[in-house]
């Protein structure tokens, strides 16, 4: 097979998807992807063929603010449901159209999988007589959400002669999602059409080693406890909560890890302590089977990741899908959250004290570390793939 992969430029976005490419290259299939120019590095090595599409990440972000001013008056939960449709509908959309469909005219898949955001791959793929595959990379995107990203990109799809969906055709064929249903629920309808499988532990591969100055403070019985990890991934990793979540993590820890990103600032984490380790990044996979306890902004990996390995989950919710994912974690019993307003350090200190005393979160969590791992893994993925193109009605192909 030839499978064209679609994500917009941010990260969390795109590395969901990473694992199931891979499990489809080491099954000999043939994989390109097609994503923002600055994230394809991160790709690099992997045996895929790399095609830029789009707008930088920062270029983004830049038109977005100069076109909706007005973003800056919202904030939470109020901000993502602005920004959702705006940045995916109007900004990205649009930007990745000529070079996703140049890339699948020149490359030829036999169908594409893309994540939710990447509006554009549904019409690419009507346009060139192409099923898509949508990915998930964490709970779906409201109903309302893609509804009003469609009232910005609809008019791509009228300017081609279609109809739009009111989903933007994410959902026409086949969906793969990598949340449990104790994290998203969907109706029974809807599940017929999805399959389901673990992203974050492949099965029979024991996670890979943390780095060597990281050892001591997390592997052993002597290692300092509790230890826990924060992060803010790397669009928000310069949120003063994130400094609040370090000093707090500081106060009540024995072991802290402390990830902030490339551009994260390291000055204001400076005098927290031997026991505090700041590095711009860790794999987490490397990580959490050491952690008793994540502290985080709520996105949807570091969320997926800590309950694939069954840690409790304190989140700080900032905007995108963090409130929804803090939501989906409180209704597991796998954790706790903290309104942005209560975001201070003695405060966070506080409840993740209360946290970490919980053993009936240990347990929740717990719960949804084995459902998650009971799920099929990227290889069974992959291999419903391959099924699903050889029952595939014949298409005419590229146009």
């Given at each position: 097979?030839r499978v064209?992969?679609c994500t917009t430029?941010g990260?969390?976005h ?7 490419a ?13 994503t923002?120019?600055?994230a ?5 090595g ?7 599409a ?7 972000r830049r ?6 001013a007005?973003?800056a008056r919202f ?8 920004t959702?449709?705006?940045?995916f ?6 930007a990745?159209l000529k070079?996703v469909?140049?890339?699948g005219?020149?490359?030829r ?5 893309h994540?939710?955001a990447?509006?554009v791959?549904?019409?690419v793929c009507r346009?060139?007589g192409?099923?898509n595959?949508?990915h998930g990379?964490g709970?779906r995107?409201?109903?309302e959400?893609l509804?009003?990203a469609?009232?910005f ?5 009228q300017?081609?002669?279609l109809?739009?969906s009111a989903?933007?055709?994410l959902?026409?064929?086949l969906?793969l999602?990598?949340?449990?249903r104790?994290?998203?629920?969907l109706?029974v309808p809807?599940e ?6 673990n992203?974050?532990?492949a099965?029979?591969?024991a996670?890979p080693?943390?780095p ?7 592997q ?9 990890y924060v ?12 400094v609040a979540?370090?000093?707090?993590a500081?106060?009540?820890g024995?072991?802290?890890v402390?990830?902030?990103?490339a551009d ?6 400076a005098?927290l302590?031997?026991?505090?380790h700041?590095r ?6 490397a990580l959490?089977?050491h ?5 985080s902004h709520?996105g949807a990996?570091?969320m997926l990741?800590?309950?694939a390995h069954?840690?409790?989950h304190?989140?700080l919710?900032?905007a ?5 994912n803090a939501?989906?974690i409180e209704?597991?019993?796998?954790g706790?959250?903290?309104?942005p307003e209560r ?8 409840a993740?004290a209360?946290l970490l005393?919980?053993g009936a979160?240990a347990i ?7 459902e998650?791992?009971?799920?099929p ?13 050889a ?5 005419p192909?590229c146009g």
């Amino acid at each position: 097979m030839r499978v064209l992969f679609c994500t917009t430029g941010g990260l969390g976005h795109m590395l969901p998807l990473r694992p199931l490419a891979r499990a489809l290259h080491h099954r000999g299939h043939e994989v390109a992807w097609a994503t923002a120019p600055d994230a394809l590095p991160v790709l690099e090595g992997e045996g895929f063929d790399l095609f830029a599409a789009g707008l930088t990440f920062e270029a983004s972000r830049r038109q977005f603010r100069a076109a909706f001013a007005e973003a800056a008056r919202f904030a939470g939960e109020t901000l993502s449901a602005y920004t959702f449709p705006r940045l995916f509908g109007a900004v990205l959309g649009p930007a990745m159209l000529k070079d996703v469909e140049r890339t699948g005219r020149h490359w030829r898949p036999d169908f594409v999988v893309h994540e939710p955001a990447a509006l554009v791959a549904p019409l690419v793929c009507r346009r060139l007589g192409l099923r898509n595959v949508v990915h998930g990379y964490g709970l779906r995107p409201p109903r309302e959400y893609l509804e009003d990203a469609m009232s910005f990109f609809g008019p791509y799809w009228q300017a081609c002669g279609l109809e739009p969906s009111a989903d933007g055709g994410l959902y026409r064929h086949l969906s793969l999602d990598i949340a449990p249903r104790s994290l998203q629920p969907l109706p029974v309808p809807e599940e017929k059409g999805v399959f389901r499988f673990n992203a974050y532990r492949a099965a029979g591969t024991a996670p890979p080693a943390p780095p060597a100055d990281l050892g001591a403070a997390l592997q052993g019985p002597a290692a300092p406890r509790p230890r826990i990890y924060v992060t803010f991934g790397t669009v928000f990793n310069r949120s003063p909560a994130l400094v609040a979540a370090a000093r707090a993590a500081a106060r009540v820890g024995g072991s802290v890890v402390v990830t902030i990103g490339a551009d994260g600032d390291t000055k204001c984490l400076a005098d927290l302590g031997a026991q505090v380790h700041v590095r711009r990044f860790v794999d987490q996979a490397a990580l959490l089977p050491h952690c008793d306890v994540v502290v985080s902004h709520g996105g949807a990996g570091t969320m997926l990741g800590a309950a694939a390995h069954g840690v409790p989950h304190l989140v700080l919710p900032q905007a995108a899908d963090h409130f929804r994912n803090a939501r989906a974690i409180e209704s597991a019993h796998a954790g706790s959250s903290m309104d942005p307003e209560r975001q201070t350090a003695a405060l966070v200190a506080s409840a993740l004290a209360a946290l970490l005393e919980s053993g009936a979160l240990a347990i929740g969590a717990a719960a949804v570390a084995q459902e998650m791992a009971a799920l099929p893994d990227p290889v069974a993925a992959a291999a419903k793939l391959e099924t699903w193109q050889a029952a595939a009605p014949a298409t005419p192909g590229c146009g």
